[in-house]
């Protein structure tokens, strides 16, 4: 596979994944569940992420060892993200309407 196909292929995946994860498959209880590590939510969504680069991993032919190995540092990374945002947007009662809201939510897509 040329090298450009294959970046694009590998992109469609992640923001499929992305999309997917963040917005069809999470439901309240996980949005609940972040911003405490005694609730189950949070990690669930963060596994769901990591579960779902595999696809990715495996068009990129990463070999089994670094398909663990992101997908736990992918796991980790996105769990503390969204465990911040979480504790930031509970700390700025920041609302839909405000443009603080806004800008985690932003932040939280953009990584």
């Not at 997908?71 to 009662?93: C, I, N, P, Q």
């Amino acid at each position: 596979m040329q090298m450009i196909t294959l970046t694009l292929a590998m992109l469609l995946c992640f923001q499929l994944k992305h999309f997917v994860a963040d917005y069809l498959l999470q439901p309240s209880w996980m949005l609940r569940g972040k911003g405490d590590l005694r609730r189950v939510g949070g990690y669930v969504h963060a596994g769901l992420h990591a579960f779902g680069s595999l696809p990715a991993f495996l068009i990129a032919g990463l070999e089994p060892t670094a398909i663990v190995l992101l997908s736990a540092a992918e796991f980790t990374v996105h769990y503390a993200t969204d465990y911040t945002k979480a504790g930031l947007s509970a700390r700025s009662h920041a609302g839909p309407n405000t443009r603080a809201y806004w800008a985690l939510h932003g932040a939280d897509q953009f990584l």
